[in-house]
């Protein structure tokens, strides 16, 4: 990437290390989705055995049948490839629909194991089983905004902020990505965590509602990207994009988003594309000497880019960074292994900061943000990242 420094981006983490205690028989534990922790493959399949084993003393504990679902769905098996894998919790739908039928937990993941916005049956009537479980809000608010579906995506959004499902870092977090960008920006988001929090800050606080977020994840949905782009006055041929460089890449997906945004940037140069840092390097490994740090997200740009002065501004004026250090009850927080993983985003930033304050003269500032930086990494343990910093910065002591 130009001009980068070249500390290691960390960005969107899905799988951690974890590690069951020394001589304890190892118990059921609940499940969550990776949006909110992740853990290690050896735990997601020790506690598919587990919860099988509950589900077989008890065949209508909807708990234990939820926890089984998710376990089976986030290992990854060794000895079972995709399709065999997709085989194995269809059967798993199955099994709940004849043991469970009728039950919040079954509609809800007979929903999720196939994520068709096609065919909203199964969560609307997991909505009508418990209207107050936000599992369901979800699907909801993604639907609508492929459709198109303003009412219905305000709705649910306001629903899903009153239920305090998101955790309040994660919105700190995504506010200062939104504060990244210039006015009317194009922001590439990769999934749940990038995605669902800014649009709660944009319907439900009005937090710059002028930046127009893609989600790469459904991107390629001709229905959500060719009505997206046309609210900016865009139009597209969705399949000459599709189609373009057929044979260049395996990945459709990625294909086409890189289609798109090269598209935009030729078509519509005034658009001004910004990518998420938590964006997966694969849909962007073609444009990398085009982007350019703004904060918590990445400007594209055929020309050089003043990126300090953007970062500067951006950390220093419109960023909130008290939460980093004044976040109470953090330590037991759902998910505080993602978030730590997470916030390794800002390390970048800060240590653009800290050399751009030394080589001006100005060591005070320029130590507070090594520090700044040192910290995010000790909470998520990354020695190679302080050891980077440390010998980058090596005389701000």
């Known amino acids: ?36 922790e992740a853990k290690s493959n050896e735990w997601y399949k020790e506690q598919a055995e587990l919860w099988k084993k509950e589900i077989e003393r008890n065949s209508k504990n909807t708990e234990a049948w939820y926890n089984y679902y998710n ?25 709940m629909g004849n043991a469970i039928p009728e039950t919040y937990e079954y509609y809800l993941l007979k929903y ?10 199964a ?9 107050m479980r936000a599992d369901t809000y979800y699907p909801f608010i993604s639907q609508a905004e492929i459709t198109g579906n303003e009412a219905r995506f305000d709705v649910f959004c306001r629903k899903l902020y009153r239920a305090r499902d998101i955790s309040a870092w994660l919105l700190e977090y995504n506010y200062n990505v939104l504060m990244s960008l ?20 944009q319907q439900v ?20 990207i060719t009505h997206k782009l046309a609210d900016r006055g865009i139009a597209i041929d969705y399949n000459t994009l599709f189609d373009k460089n057929k044979d260049e890449s395996a990945n459709p997906k990625k294909r086409f988003i890189q289609n798109l945004y090269h598209f935009l940037a030729d078509t519509y140069p005034e658009q001004k594309l910004y990518f998420a840092l938590t964006v997966y390097n694969d849909f962007i490994d073609d444009i990398q000497d085009q982007l350019f740090v703004t ?17 500067k ?40 900061l800290a050399e751009h304050y030394q080589l001006s003269g100005d060591s005070e500032t320029a130590l507070r943000w090594k520090r700044m930086a040192i910290q995010l990494a000790e909470q998520a343990q990354n020695e190679e990242t302080i050891t980077e910093i440390q010998t980058k910065l090596p005389d701000l002591m």
């Open 182 to 201: 210039e006015s009317d920006a194009i922001l590439f988001t990769n999934g749940d965590n990038d995605t669902y929090p800014v649009w709660l800050l």
């Open 71 to 95: 376990a089976n769905r986030y290992a990854h098996f060794e000895d079972i490839d995709q399709k065999d894998k997709k085989a194995k919790l269809d059967r798993i739908i199955e099994e």
């Open 295 to 311: 904060g918590l997200a990445y400007r594209y740009s055929g020309k050089r880019v003043d990126n300090i002065a953007l970062v």
């Open 313 to 352: 501004k951006n950390m220093e004026n419109s960023f909130r960074l008290d939460y980093l250090s004044n976040d109470w009850y953090r330590e037991n927080d759902l998910g505080k292994s993602i978030r730590d993983r997470l916030h390794m985003n800002y390390v970048v930033p800060m240590v653009m």
């Open 112 to 121: 999720w194991n196939s994520y068709n916005f096609e065919d909203m049956s």
């Open 205 to 224: 606080k009005n937090v710059r509602p002028d930046v127009m977020l893609i989600n790469i994840s459904m991107a390629s949905i001709e229905k959500y």
């Open 1 to 36: 990437m130009t001009n980068l420094t070249k500390i290691s981006l960390i960005v969107v983490v899905l799988i951690l290390a974890c590690t069951t205690g020394q001589g304890k028989q190892p118990q059921p534990e609940k499940v969550y989705r990776i949006v909110y």
């Open 123 to 131: 969560i609307e009537k997991a909505y009508s089983l418990d209207s």
